[in-house]
């Protein structure tokens, strides 16, 4: 069996496909109180965002994240929260030519073999679109850890 949770303490559960109508990721054992910067938010998500140069994928996705449950008047309440993004420019046609064909350099292979399934509109689970929820996840740590840091230092 397969898991999409990763950590103990502070665990991330991630969820969506690339070509799905949305990507997004739970998070659960994050502590109250914690004030969250959306800017700090967005300019993690703009550092990871595709279409910004040659050499990632040219899909234009502004990853526009909405945090739908655990913040109670811009601070976190301790409850788990979740992090939606929703995939606008996804255009799943693109990849029917690919339909019978496993891309090289993509996980395409190694996903049909290990789960028996296969979502060749872009890799589904195993697309690098899904880090968008990871690196929303990984902003609200750091803000955790930017506040453990306070604490010890006052």
């Known amino acids: 069996m397969a898991s999409n949770s990763i950590g103990e303490l502070f665990q991330i559960s991630s969820y969506g496909e690339s070509h799905g109508q949305e990507i997004g990721v739970m998070i659960d054992g994050c502590p109250a109180g914690i004030e969250i910067d959306h800017y700090f938010i967005r300019a993690e998500l703009d550092r990871r965002r595709p279409g910004q140069s040659d050499l990632t994928s040219q899909r234009k996705e502004q990853d526009q994240y909405e945090i739908c449950s655990g913040v109670f008047e811009g601070k976190t309440t301790g409850a788990p929260m979740l992090i939606r993004i929703a995939n606008k420019d996804h255009r799943s046609s693109d990849y029917t030519k690919l339909q019978d064909v496993y891309r090289p350099s993509h996980a395409d292979q190694t996903y049909d073999l290990k789960y028996g399934i296969r979502d060749h ?9 899904i880090t968008a929820g990871w690196v929303a996840a990984g902003a609200i740590a750091k803000l955790v850890l930017r506040r453990i840091g306070d604490s010890e230092i006052h």
């Open 121 to 129: 509109r872009g890799g589904g689970r195993s697309s690098a679109r």
